[in-house]
């Protein structure tokens, strides 16, 4: 059965703190890894991972997988209160679908 | 730049009553993933349909159903209402080939 593991399960820092999410993964016919940002609704794209050890950025965040250890770490530096959200890591299959963790709760405080 | 359009946007309805949900994919988009998802939990996966066939199938329950139509629009069929069927149900859409999914704002359902 897919599994898909986030942790940790909540996170509170203060503004300007780095921090490290982390997913690992058992997915049959993997074909990708996708994060996503949820706030009130829609989950909103961050990141698609195909290779490993190529690392992604878009400003401040910053995402990477191991397909051989079946892991994904995204990071966000400099963390601002606007990144409070929920994080979600979702391998897909090979029909395209994803299978969603659990996500990471991050509160970011002033 | 357009995108997933969900309605409606909230629906209230009683047990047992019927209740049906549109999503509308990104235009050239031809893959649509239904998703439910309960309070505080991560979304689960229910359907999912390619150039109108159903493509993928998970944990969607028997008095559920959908469809995807000829403009790749696609409804969620959902009959027999229960109040654990109180969720968000999210529509997502991708083009073959490309492997983001893209989703819409969800429906709100409550059954009372």
């Known amino acids: 059965e897919d599994k898909v593991v986030q942790s940790p399960l909540s996170l509170v820092v203060h503004e300007g703190d780095t921090v490290t999410l982390n997913c690992s993964y058992e997915?049959?016919?993997?074909?990708?890894l996708l994060w996503y940002k949820q706030e009130k609704k829609a989950p909103t794209f961050l990141f698609m991972l195909t290779s490993s050890g190529i690392e992604k950025k878009s400003g401040r965040l910053s995402s990477i997988l191991d397909k051989k250890e079946l892991f994904s770490i995204l990071n966000i530096t400099a963390t601002q209160t606007g990144d409070s959200a929920v994080y979600l890591c979702?391998?897909?299959?090979?029909?395209?679908?994803?299978?969603f963790g659990q996500g990471t709760t991050l509160q970011v405080k002033p | 730049a357009a995108g997933v359009i969900q309605s409606p946007r909230h629906l209230i309805k009683e047990k047992r009553e019927t209740a049906t949900l549109k999503c509308y994919p990104i235009?050239?988009?031809?893959?649509v993933y239904w998703y439910q998802q309960g309070p505080g939990q991560d979304p689960q996966f229910l359907i999912s349909f390619y150039e109108k066939m159903q493509s993928d199938k998970g944990s969607i329950p028997d008095r559920f159903s959908a469809q995807q139509f000829s403009d790749y629009h696609s409804e969620l069929n959902m009959s027999s209402l229960e109040l654990g069927d109180s969720a968000l149900y999210f529509c997502?859409?991708?083009?073959?080939?490309?492997?983001?999914?893209?989703f819409g704002s969800g429906t709100q359902l409550s059954v009372l």
């Open positions: 997502a859409s991708r083009r073959t080939g490309e492997g983001k999914l893209f």
């Open positions: 997915v049959t016919n993997f074909r990708s």
């Open positions: 979702a391998p897909t299959s090979n029909t395209g679908k994803l299978i």
């Open positions: 235009p050239r988009h031809d893959t």
